[in-house]
């Protein structure tokens, strides 16, 4: 009976499924962790509204013509170097700008949006969830620390949810299948569908030579393989070419992203340095980014940390309120600045940081340092709760949250 009630009928492909899942469900879920998710893998491109609206346009053009077209389609332009794009269950769907200025027109644009879109009206998300599939991945581009992914594991609830929805790889037969209906929604839609034929002959050449930031992002999320530019080619011969391309209309949306590209580049060219430990070079080349683009919230953030690293916590206040300025949802600069706040002993402005930045995605860091600022203010019983929380989680901080709980409640 069980078997029977969990069944279902994949809405794209028709085939039975399993289904543990409901609909309701799965579309609370994707509301859920949608913002949140965008927060773990470097928050929204605000520099660029336009584009989020034209990316969104088109998104909604191949949506429509979907076969779950009344699912609360959401599309986002993330501020993320690294080449990627990813759907959360219900339609709520990201493309990096590091893949965006990969795109020579909005077919190909349309190509990656319909792939997702598959993803998501199939239900795949869904179906590695209830298949156990999720993956302890870790959070592009959040960190310079001694590991990679700084915080990574400090991630609770929804976000360390769908930070693994958004990172963990497909199989080759959900690509297949997302490969197949998006080149359908393509055509449906008015594009040439030969420009998914050639983004993924591209990205197998690209992940045959490991360009650097593509193993570590699309390739490691959608796995390319010459099955793939095979079966897309032949639907492509099948169902015929021909249609819109605007490389003009793409390449006049994206003239914005592609003039401050350098400032990303001196960007991700001062965390690696910061990574090597070679602090003074890394300061030299975010400067270099910040002279280029100073409303980049992201380059303060990480001029702070660097300036932390250097143990000029004034100095790294300064940048750090200059990002929370700039953007004042991100979680990252909140939680940096409430630490180094913290470090600082302003207690007030520590705490206020801390508690915005667990309002949008909480951490057990924020949970065991707000248990640290009440513990100075005495107010234990805020801190009994605080301690409790990150002691939920794993690892140092959560251990640390637990020696700390047991000493105030003895």
């Given at each position: 009976m069980l078997l029977f009630t969990g069944c279902s009928v994949n809405p794209v492909t028709g085939e039975k499924q399993l289904s543990l899942i409901g609909e309701s469900q799965e579309l609370a879920m994707g509301a859920e962790q949608y913002t949140p998710t965008q927060q773990t893998q470097g928050g929204q491109f605000y520099i660029d509204p336009e584009l989020t609206l034209y990316v969104s346009e088109v998104g909604h053009k191949l949506a429509k013509v979907s076969d779950r077209p009344d699912l609360p389609y959401e599309f986002v332009v993330l501020n993320n170097s690294v080449p990627n794009a990813w759907a959360l269950p219900g339609g709520k769907?990201?493309?990096?700008?590091?893949?965006?200025?990969?795109?020579?027109d909005e077919a190909q644009l349309a190509s990656v949006l319909g792939h997702e879109i598959v993803h998501a009206a199939a239900r795949h998300s869904v179906q590695r969830m209830q298949q156990g599939m999720l993956i302890s991945a870790g959070v592009a581009g959040l960190g310079f620390a001694l590991t990679d992914n700084e915080w990574a594991g400090l991630l609770m609830g929804g976000a360390a949810v769908g930070a693994q929805l958004a990172l963990?790889?497909?199989?080759?037969?959900?690509?297949?299948?997302?490969?197949?209906?998006?080149?359908?929604?393509?055509?449906?839609?008015?594009?040439?569908?030969?420009?998914?034929?050639?983004?993924?002959?591209?990205?197998?050449?690209?992940?045959?030579?490991?360009?650097?930031g593509f193993i570590d992002g699309l390739f490691a999320t959608h796995p390319p393989s010459a099955k793939r530019v095979r079966e897309n080619s032949?639907?492509?011969?099948?169902?015929?070419?021909?249609?819109?391309?605007?490389a003009d209309v793409y390449q006049q949306k994206t003239a914005t992203l592609r003039k401050f590209k350098p400032a990303y580049d001196a960007h991700d060219e001062a965390m690696k340095l910061a990574s090597e430990g070679n602090l003074d070079a890394a300061l030299s080349k975010v400067n270099e980014a910040i002279n280029i683009l100073p409303r980049?919230?992201?380059?303060?953030?990480?001029?702070?940390?660097i300036y932390q690293e250097q143990n000029k916590p004034e100095k790294a206040s300064a940048d750090f309120d200059k990002a929370v300025e700039r953007y004042p949802e991100m979680f990252m600069y909140r939680l940096h600045n409430g630490l180094n706040a913290l470090a600082l002993n302003h207690l007030s402005e520590a705490r206020e940081n801390l508690v915005r930045a667990n309002e949008v995605v909480p951490t057990s860091i924020a949970f065991?340092?707000?248990?640290?600022?009440?513990?100075?203010?005495?107010?234990?019983?805020?801190?009994?709760?605080?301690?409790?929380?990150?002691?939920?989680?794993?690892?140092?901080?959560?251990?640390?949250?637990?020696?700390k709980l047991e000493a105030l409640t003895r």
């Open positions: 769907i990201a493309v990096n700008r590091g893949l965006l200025t990969e795109l020579d963990a790889q497909y199989g080759q037969g959900d690509e297949l299948e997302s490969d197949h209906y998006g080149i359908l929604y393509m055509k449906e839609a008015g594009y040439d569908p030969q420009a998914a034929v050639e983004l993924q002959e591209l990205f197998l050449e690209m992940s045959k030579g490991q360009q650097a032949e639907l492509v011969r099948k169902i015929g070419g021909g249609g819109y391309r605007g980049e919230a992201m380059f303060y953030s990480l001029r702070g940390r065991l340092r707000l248990g640290d600022i009440a513990v100075k203010n005495n107010n234990r019983d805020e801190a009994i709760a605080y301690y409790s929380k990150a002691a939920e989680a794993s690892g140092e901080v959560a251990e640390e949250a637990r020696q």
